[in-house]
């Protein structure tokens, strides 16, 4: 199988090689005297443990769950994309949430897709997060999904060459962009120097970007909106997120109980009375929002938001409903959701997928298992999956009876080859796989900052990130 290294043109690198964009940075890393990297990276752990930039860990495959907290492994070595590169890639996300946003607002009004026969409509209408209660609800600009979190990975093509594509789209609520904010932080504070002989174009202005996007979501009529940030609470896995982001917009932080609706307006308490909010940007799931419409249990949410929601004196964003674009069957997809709205051809490139709920690429896939990436459709966080090349003959035997019992519930995806970059590790510097994952924000215009979350896979040979 081929490889593609980010910083090496050949593997195993020497020193020899180095791709154009890094030979800067390569030599001014041979140059670091030994023990100096470990001596930052102790640094680096000792500011995350006092500023409590932790995530946590839990088996919940939604954000209502707690969990052991863990501190942010955070690497070392940069990632470098070159600018060229990185506009081509924003050109292809940019192209690809328009499309998204496109398909949820059809899907909820005309499903012009479903008739067309583009897109199965069982597949939508038979899916456990398309909400109905959404059905002709208008939405500010027919955006719905405010914030997008694309998953990234960079394989070699035919030739060699390394080649991004889209491995899966998060638009409920996507996680990470804090860290992402926080290690760039972290970066300029161990290695000004870097920054001095490199042109690195900032992220620090996210925040602002986020709360313009919010802003301009606002009920029509609205001139200086409220906005407010909703968290499950601190036991959250990302709560630290959360709070930081609610710090950095310099709004409020939230919890459902913080809440109340009132003719059909959405108030906050607060010590000096009640406050409309305008605006909430949600970090609770669709089912945790309002007791009244979906989980009658739930504690997380305010009862009666969707009928302030409906009735368009709030907004609410991710907009309820926007699930229904993320699931992973609806993902083979998007490439002729980009065709049938836009009238282009996809910039960036979908990983090829198997969809179990066809017979025939059923039968590949259960013959195949050892070869590929087989996961639930609605599973998250690395939940409901296998992974053949890493699971032992009776994992695989086992996975094989789930996915027959319920083929129309997992797609499968070839184990690509996924890049590496030098990554610092107990034992040194070594190569270790990656993914990125860039945050797009829609409101009057969609757009993002010129950087992302490298995740890495810490293990040698491994092909699960984790937050670094």
């Not at 899916?127 to 959404?134: D, G, K, L």
């Not at 996961?375 to 003959?393: D, L």
């Not at 215009?445 to 979350?453: F, H, I, N, T």
Request: proline letters at 6%; charged letters at 20%.
């Amino acid at each position: 199988m081929q490889k593609f290294d980010e910083m090496y043109a050949m593997l195993p690198f020497d020193g020899s090689d180095v791709r154009e964009h890094y030979k800067r940075y390569a030599h001014w890393l041979a140059q670091q005297p030994p023990g100096v990297m470990q001596d930052r990276r102790a640094e680096a752990e000792m500011i995350f443990r006092r500023v409590g930039i932790t995530f946590a860990v839990y088996g919940a495959k939604d954000e209502s769950g707690a969990g052991n907290e863990r501190l942010i492994p955070f690497d070392l070595i940069p990632r470098i994309i070159p600018a060229h590169e990185w506009s081509r890639m924003q050109q292809g996300l940019v192209q690809r949430v328009t499309a998204l946003n496109r398909f949820i607002h059809d899907v909820y009004h005309g499903q012009d897709i479903l008739r067309a026969g583009v897109v199965p409509a069982d597949l939508i209408l038979n899916n456990a997060q398309y909400r109905p209660e959404m059905a002709g609800v208008q939405v500010p600009q027919n955006i719905y999904a405010h914030i997008a979190g694309i998953d990234i990975v960079r394989a070699p093509n035919a030739q060699g060459e390394g080649e991004y594509y889209v491995l899966e789209d998060n638009l409920r609520v996507p996680s990470g962009v804090s860290y992402m904010l926080e290690n760039r932080k972290m970066m300029m504070r161990l290695f000004p120097e870097l920054f001095a002989q490199h042109q690195v174009s900032p992220v620090a202005h996210y925040p602002d970007l986020l709360l313009d996007t919010l802003r301009s979501s606002a009920p029509v009529g609205v001139a200086n909106p409220t906005v407010v940030v909703l968290t499950p609470g601190m036991y959250n896995s990302a709560y630290f997120e959360h709070a930081f982001l609610a710090q950095q917009m310099g709004v409020e932080l939230v919890e459902g109980q913080d809440l109340l609706v009132k003719d059909d307006f959405v108030w906050m308490r607060t010590t000096r009375g009640l406050r409309k909010v305008d605006v909430i940007y949600r970090r609770v799931d669709d089912d945790f929002l309002d007791p009244e419409v979906f989980r009658p249990t739930s504690t997380l949410g305010c009862s009666g938001l969707m009928r302030a929601y409906r009735a368009g004196n709030v907004a609410i964003c991710n907009a309820v409903g926007t699930g229904v674009a993320d699931d992973k069957s609806i993902y083979p997809y998007v490439p002729k959701m980009i065709e049938f709205y836009l009238g282009e051809k996809p910039i960036l490139k979908n990983v090829p997928t198997y969809m179990c709920r066809n017979k025939d690429e059923l039968g590949y896939v259960i013959a195949n298992m050892k070869d590929l990436v087989v996961k639930e459709v609605h599973g998250a966080g690395g939940y409901g999956m296998i992974i053949g090349p890493a699971a032992t003959n009776v994992e695989i035997e086992e996975f094989k009876k789930v996915v027959l019992a319920k083929p129309d519930g997992y797609i499968a995806q070839p184990t690509l080859s996924l890049s590496s970059c030098p990554t610092f590790v107990e034992s040194g510097i070594a190569p270790r796989h990656i993914d990125l994952r860039p945050f797009v924000l829609s409101g009057k215009e969609v757009q993002m900052v010129p950087g992302g979350l490298t995740r890495v896979a810490l293990e040698d040979g491994s092909l699960a990130g984790s937050y670094t």
